[in-house]
């Protein structure tokens, strides 16, 4: 989401004839776009803001902003040394403004901005879009709804405009985006029409989206899903516990029973889908037995990926006010047991595709000269780097690299 807002301010920026440098001694403006969903996110800000320090003794003139859910969060932060403006995420026109005319501002929101007439360039061929913004779950633990505020879904005409303009440009993936993306509602039309509007547009190859709810999925997803070849086979469907308490007291609106369904109906209709997930262990009041259950629960979903994290307790949040913190040492512990777990899953299910023969689009370069290339059904495989960013290609997996399959190309997939 900070990614597709990046863009989106740089479009701003851009607009009003601000020149993009490519390192930060020759910036007079510099922007770090930031998240507050765990303590680990805000403290990287403030070292980051830390590190320019020096910058800003050199050049005093360089004017220093602070965006995203940390400006919300953390509004204190204009009275750090370095700091000039602190623009939280409903607040970036006024910034573009601020920044021209004002010396230091903690700058003021607009009520459920949407930025629905700004359209990103496709600086890559792998590109986000956002459909929605904000969240109306209140999980006990998260902090977005308080800092992104309502679900506002975004009108299908601009997402349409900016989808075509996208491609026009030379992306060839777009991942529709949203906290919920599932909940998109528009004038009678629901997540599963969008994708398949944005689906038929000429020249997009690869129809992603991120993250589904599973309280919030619509009767018809995965048809639509299963129907159309252009829209990635990959589910990435948040869990957060296998203890029914623990779901409960986050407020998650379903049950370990409900959430294993769903995937069995994903895997019945698409037998190739991918599912990924993310898990909080140590939720206040988690108990040994509760983490069990959510061991128990990951085995049997086998998810493809995971993004595990410890609980971490924001203020404001209905959990942080819950009197059983669990102890540092536990959560690190429990995480490093799911992690081990989740980790022989995730490489047995890669070493599933040893010798598979695939379609894979390539879509950025990775480390050591090789290619990122993406299956259809949102497979991650690395290519050697004679592949070219945004070409097809029919390729043979013949080792697996971590957890990470490597592929041979066999030949173009449209030779
Ligand atoms: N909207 C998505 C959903 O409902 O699952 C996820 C959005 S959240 C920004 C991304 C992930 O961060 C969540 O799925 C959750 O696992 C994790 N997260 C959110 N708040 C957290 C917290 N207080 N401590 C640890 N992890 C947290
Ligand atoms: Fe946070 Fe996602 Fe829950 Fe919304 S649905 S409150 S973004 S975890």
Redesign the pocket.
């Known amino acids: 989401m900070n990614k597709y807002d990046s863009e989106m301010i740089r479009t701003l920026l851009l607009k009003e004839n601000f020149r993009e440098v490519s390192n930060i001694e020759e910036a007079n403006f510099v922007f770090l776009n930031t998240c507050a969903?765990?303590k680990n996110a805000e403290k990287r800000v403030l070292g980051r803001l830390d590190s320019l320090k020096g910058l800003k003794k050199e050049k005093p003139e360089i004017s220093i902003s602070v965006l995203g859910c940390v400006a919300k969060y953390n509004k204190e932060l204009i009275n750090h040394p370095v700091v000039d403006f602190v623009a939280p995420p409903d607040s970036y026109r006024s910034l573009v403004n601020a920044i021209k005319t004002k010396k230091k501002e903690l700058v003021p929101e607009k009520y459920c901005e949407q930025y629905s007439d700004i359209f990103t360039s496709a600086f890559k061929t792998s590109v986000y879009l956002s459909i929605t913004r904000g969240?109306n779950?209140f999980?006990s633990?998260?902090i977005?709804p308080y800092l992104r505020t309502q679900l506002r879904s975004r009108p299908a005409d601009d997402i349409l405009k900016e989808a075509e303009k996208l491609v026009a440009e030379g992306a060839n993936e777009i991942t529709l985006l949203g906290?919920?993306v599932n909940a998109y509602y528009y004038k009678g039309l629901l997540f599963p029409d969008i994708l398949k509007k944005v689906s038929e547009i000429k020249g997009l190859k690869l129809l992603s989206f991120l993250?589904s709810?599973p309280a919030d999925l619509p009767e018809n997803l995965f048809y639509v899903m299963a129907k159309f070849p252009i829209i990635s086979r990959y589910l990435h469907l948040?869990l957060?516990s296998g203890s029914d308490k623990v779901l409960r007291k986050m407020m998650r609106r379903y049950t370990r029973e409900d959430y294993l369904k769903i995937i069995e109906r994903a895997r019945d209709l698409m037998p190739d889908v991918t599912i990924t997930t993310?898990i909080?262990v140590g939720f206040p009041g988690e108990t040994e037995e509760d983490f069990r259950q959510t061991l128990k629960t990951v085995k049997s979903a086998r998810f493809d990926q995971a993004y595990m994290?410890a609980?971490?307790k924001?203020e404001g949040t209905l959990a942080s006010l819950f009197p059983t913190q669990v102890k540092d040492s536990i959560k690190k512990d429990r995480l490093q047991r799911l992690i081990k777990i989740q980790n022989e899953i995730t490489k047995s299910k890669a070493e599933e595709l040893l010798g598979k023969e695939l379609s894979v689009l390539t879509i950025e370069n990775g480390k050591n000269g090789q290619k990122v290339g993406k299956t259809k059904n949102g497979r991650i495989i690395m290519l050697p780097g004679v592949a070219k960013i945004g070409f097809e290609y029919i390729i043979n997996i013949y080792k697996i690299n971590g957890w990470v399959p490597v592929g041979k190309i066999k030949k173009e997939a449209d030779k």
């Open positions: 969903v765990r969240c779950h999980c633990y998260c977005v906290q919920n993250t709810h948040p957060q993310d909080i994290f609980y971490s924001r």
